[in-house]
C-alpha cells in the first residue's frame, strides 16, 4: 500500500514545489511582492465600486451594514475574488504547456502537473484577498458570519470547473496557438454574464436561463452567500454544478492526456 502511495505524494510535493516557484519568479525584485494581486483587486474595486454605485445608482441593503457605497464594495469585492482566480487559472493555464518546453521533452516529468500549477498559484494569492474580506466585513458590520467555514466546499467545484478547462485549453494551444488570445475576449464577455457586478436580481428575464446556467454564477453567488449573506449552501444546486464541473475536468483531463504524447512533436 505504502508503495503505490508513495508516487502520489512525491507528485504532490512536486506540485507544491512548482507553485512556490510560479509565485516567486512572478514577483521576484518587485516593491510589493505578493500584495500586488490585492493591490490591482483593489484598483478594479474602487472603479466598479464608482461606477455601479456612483453613476448607475445600484443599491444593495446589508444587515448590520446598511445601504451605502462600503455595501456594495463588500458585496463587489466577494465576487471579484473567485472570478479573478477563475480567469486568471484559465488564462495562464492555456499556456502553462507551451511556456514549460523544457520540461516537456523531460520523459520522467509528469506533465499533467503543468496547468494545475498556475491554478494552485492564482488560489493562494485569492486566499489573501479572502483574508481582507473577511476583515473589512468584520469591521463594517461588526460581526463575522459563522458559513465562512463553508468557503472550501464552495471551492470544490471551482477548482474542478477551472482545471478541466486549464487542462482542455492547454492541450489544444500546443496545436492551435491562437487560443490563448481568443480567450482574452471569450473571458471577458463571460464576465459580464456573470453576476459579479450586478445582481442577479435585475437581469432580464429573457437572459435569465443563461445566467442560472452558468457555473460561475453559483460559485460567485454562493461565495457572497458564506462570506456576507451568513447563508448556508444550496445543496441541491451545489450538487449540480459539482456533477457538472466533474464532467469538464474528466473530459478536459482526457484530452490532455489523449494529446501528451504529441506535446514534444509539436513543440
Known amino acids: 500500500m505504502l508503495t503505490s502511495v508513495a508516487p502520489h505524494l512525491r507528485k504532490a510535493a512536486l506540485l507544491l514545489a512548482l507553485i512556490r516557484r ?24 474602487l472603479v466598479f465600486t464608482y461606477l455601479f454605485s456612483a453613476i448607475f445608482k445600484v443599491r444593495l441593503h446589508l444587515d448590520g451594514v446598511g445601504e451605502n457605497a462600503a455595501t456594495y464594495g463588500l458585496w463587489l469585492f466577494a465576487g471579484f475574488i473567485p472570478w479573478t482566480a477563475f480567469s486568471t487559472s484559465i488564462a495562464q493555464g492555456a ?29 493562494v494569492e485569492s486566499l ?49 496557438r491562437d487560443i490563448p488570445q481568443a480567450l482574452a475576449p471569450a473571458l471577458l464577455v463571460w464576465f459580464y454574464v456573470t453576476p459579479v457586478v450586478y445582481p442577479s436580481t435585475i ?24 462570506v456576507i449573506y451568513g447563508r448556508g449552501i444550496n445543496w441541491g444546486a451545489w450538487l449540480l454544478y459539482t456533477v457538472v464541473a466533474s464532467a469538464v475536468f474528466a473530459g478536459g483531463f482526457a484530452l490532455y492526456r489523449k494529446l501528451r504524447p504529441a506535446f514534444a512533436d509539436v513543440l
Do not use: C
Open 128 to 176: 489573501a484577498g479572502f483574508a481582507a474580506l473577511i476583515v473589512l466585513f468584520g469591521v463594517v458590520a461588526h460581526t463575522v458570519q459563522p458559513t465562512i467555514a463553508l468557503l472550501p466546499i464552495v471551492w470544490i467545484p471551482q477548482l474542478l470547473l477551472t482545471a478541466g478547462l486549464a487542462y482542455f485549453f492547454s492541450a489544444l494551444t500546443v496545436f492551435i
Open 22 to 45: 510560479e509565485l516567486d519568479a512572478r514577483y521576484r525584485g518587485a516593491l510589493l511582492g505578493r500584495a500586488w494581486p490585492l493591490v490591482t483587486q483593489a484598483a478594479q474595486l
Open 203 to 226: 437581469v432580464p428575464t429573457q437572459m435569465a436561463g443563461l445566467t442560472r446556467a452558468n457555473p460561475m454564477t453559483f460559485i460567485v453567488s454562493s461565495t457572497r452567500d458564506v
Open 95 to 123: 499556456t502553462s504547456v507551451i511556456v514549460q518546453q523544457n520540461l516537456i521533452k523531460k520523459v520522467v516529468f509528469p506533465l499533467a502537473l503543468l496547468p494545475l500549477v498556475p491554478i494552485f498559484a492564482a488560489f
